[in-house]
């Protein structure tokens, strides 16, 4: 085997051991580091959550000092400045006496930003960078986005059928899609920090918005557009207790109901003075309070308005094998103004093809989300 692919195949395990931890580190990225020695692994680590030890410093302890004359593999950059509850992983490296270090992506955060690679060079290690770097940087698209804007990434999720129906002309939606399809989207929302719905949804499904898995998962925070404040106050968001409840309104919202929503221990947020919320201020809200991403499962209507702002990063849309009907009395997934020409519609880039049981899912990146230029 030759030195590449060695090195090739030593990342590809540091991305498995950073994968391990989807879901679990925000606001932080997702690392992994592998430490091999002489063709032995002898140090494996993930960043499993936020405040606990980096990739680096658990693969470290594990190698001990085997760790000297060494080469880590790691998939983010390593960090070259102290934190609240961790010290540089640089420092480390640099203490452990590694003698190569090779790196997937360089953090995009400022306050490394290639810092991390030019200190461990200062101290004579052997640095690269960017081998298998698109895998790194897919696998913290959240993280990039945040660190940068401090707006959290939002992933749309829709399911419909092939004539393209959320619900059927009575608002039936119980099942669209197939038992696979609707274990990844518990797997989505363990990877989001948040997960929103409209008001419109609520009323209809009374969701608990919950994660649900075989392994231990994370609840997101539960985020409800609600621009007059309709929320029941026997709602088992408001209720069960089971996570975190942020309701979105205006600031003609009734006040009483706000007051009875925050002693039911409910978090209210004005989001604009106007008749609905204001999509854009919530999100600057929301990544204010360390909501880094969120899965957006909303009706079309809210659909549309969140994807007409430019507010929507990623879309996942799962296709049924199915047809409802149902004309204009069966909702779409998405609502919005449209447009005149075909030349104009919001498209789809990046797109792929993923197939859940009998569903396929189609993934992309809608063409017009903001910083979409600068991204591309």
């Given at each position: 085997?030759?030195a590449?692919?060695?090195?090739?195949?030593?990342?590809k395990?540091?991305?498995?051991?950073?994968?391990?931890?989807?879901?679990?580190?925000?606001?932080?990225?997702?690392?992994?580091?592998?430490?091999?020695?002489e063709?032995r692994v002898?140090?494996?680590?993930?960043?499993?959550?936020?405040?606990?030890?980096?990739?680096?410093?658990?693969?470290?302890?594990?190698?001990?000092?085997?760790?000297?004359?060494?080469?880590?593999?790691?998939?983010?950059?390593?960090?070259?400045?102290?934190?609240?509850?961790?010290?540089?992983?640089c420092?480390?490296?640099?203490?452990?006496?590694?003698?190569?270090?090779?790196i997937?992506?360089?953090?995009?955060?400022?306050?490394?930003a290639?810092?991390?690679v030019?200190?461990?060079?200062?101290?004579?290690i052997?640095?690269?960078?960017?081998?298998?770097e698109?895998?790194?940087?897919?696998?913290?698209?959240?993280?990039?986005?945040?660190?940068?804007?401090?707006?959290?990434?939002?992933?749309?999720?829709?399911?419909?059928?092939?004539?393209?129906?959320?619900?059927?002309?009575?608002?039936?939606?119980?099942?669209?899609?197939?038992?696979?399809?609707?274990?990844?989207?518990?797997?989505?929302?363990?990877?989001?920090?948040?997960?929103?719905?409209?008001?419109?949804?609520?009323?209809?499904?009374?969701?608990?918005?919950?994660?649900?898995?075989?392994?231990?998962?994370?609840?997101?925070?539960?985020i409800?557009?609600?621009?007059?404040?309709?929320?029941?106050?026997?709602?088992?968001?408001?209720?069960?207790?089971?996570?975190?409840?942020?309701?979105?309104?205006?600031?003609?919202?009734?006040?009483?109901?706000?007051?009875?929503?925050?002693?039911?221990?409910?978090?209210?947020?004005?989001?604009g003075?106007?008749?609905?919320?204001?999509?854009?201020e919530?999100?600057?809200?929301?990544?204010?309070?360390?909501?880094?991403?969120?899965?957006?499962?909303?009706?079309?209507?809210?659909?549309?308005?969140?994807?007409?702002?430019?507010?929507?990063?990623?879309?996942?849309?799962?296709?049924?094998p199915?047809?409802?009907?149902?004309?204009?009395?069966a909702?779409?997934?998405?609502?919005?103004?449209?447009?005149?020409?075909?030349?104009?519609?919001?498209?789809?880039?990046?797109?792929?093809?993923?197939?859940?049981?009998?569903?396929?899912?189609?993934?992309?990146?809608?063409?017009?989300?903001?910083?979409?230029?600068?991204?591309?």
């Amino acid at each position: 085997m030759s030195a590449i692919m060695n090195d090739e195949f030593y990342m590809k395990l540091a991305l498995q051991m950073a994968e391990s931890a989807s879901g679990q580190t925000s606001v932080n990225p997702v690392v992994g580091c592998v430490i091999v020695k002489e063709g032995r692994v002898v140090g494996l680590g993930a960043h499993l959550k936020r405040g606990e030890g980096h990739a680096e410093v658990n693969a470290l302890r594990m190698a001990g000092a085997e760790a000297e004359g060494a080469t880590a593999y790691v998939t983010l950059e390593p960090c070259s400045h102290y934190r609240k509850m961790t010290p540089p992983c640089c420092d480390r490296l640099i203490e452990a006496k590694v003698a190569r270090v090779i790196i997937a992506a360089l953090d995009p955060n400022p306050q490394v930003a290639g810092n991390g690679v030019t200190r461990l060079r200062e101290a004579g290690i052997e640095v690269s960078h960017g081998l298998l770097e698109h895998q790194s940087l897919a696998m913290n698209e959240a993280y990039n986005k945040y660190i940068l804007t401090r707006l959290p990434y939002v992933t749309l999720k829709s399911a419909s059928t092939l004539d393209g129906k959320v619900a059927a002309r009575t608002g039936d939606s119980r099942w669209i899609s197939g038992a696979v399809s609707r274990q990844a989207v518990h797997t989505m929302r363990h990877r989001n920090a948040g997960i929103m719905i409209g008001i419109g949804t609520l009323l209809a499904d009374d969701p608990q918005l919950t994660t649900r898995l075989e392994v231990p998962a994370l609840h997101p925070t539960r985020i409800i557009v609600d621009s007059k404040l309709r929320i029941p106050l026997d709602a088992r968001v408001v209720t069960d207790g089971e996570a975190p409840t942020i309701v979105l309104t205006t600031a003609s919202a009734d006040p009483d109901k706000r007051q009875a929503l925050q002693a039911a221990g409910v978090e209210v947020i004005e989001c604009g003075d106007g008749p609905n919320v204001d999509l854009a201020e919530a999100m600057r809200l929301l990544g204010e309070r360390e909501i880094s991403s969120i899965l957006l499962e909303g009706g079309g209507r809210l659909n549309g308005s969140m994807l007409e702002a430019g507010l929507v990063d990623k879309i996942a849309l799962f296709i049924a094998p199915k047809l409802i009907g149902g004309g204009a009395a069966a909702p779409a997934a998405f609502e919005f103004g449209g447009f005149d020409k075909m030349a104009d519609a919001i498209i789809l880039e990046a797109v792929k093809y993923e197939q859940h049981g009998d569903d396929m899912a189609i993934v992309g990146y809608p063409s017009n989300r903001r910083g979409a230029a600068e991204r591309s």
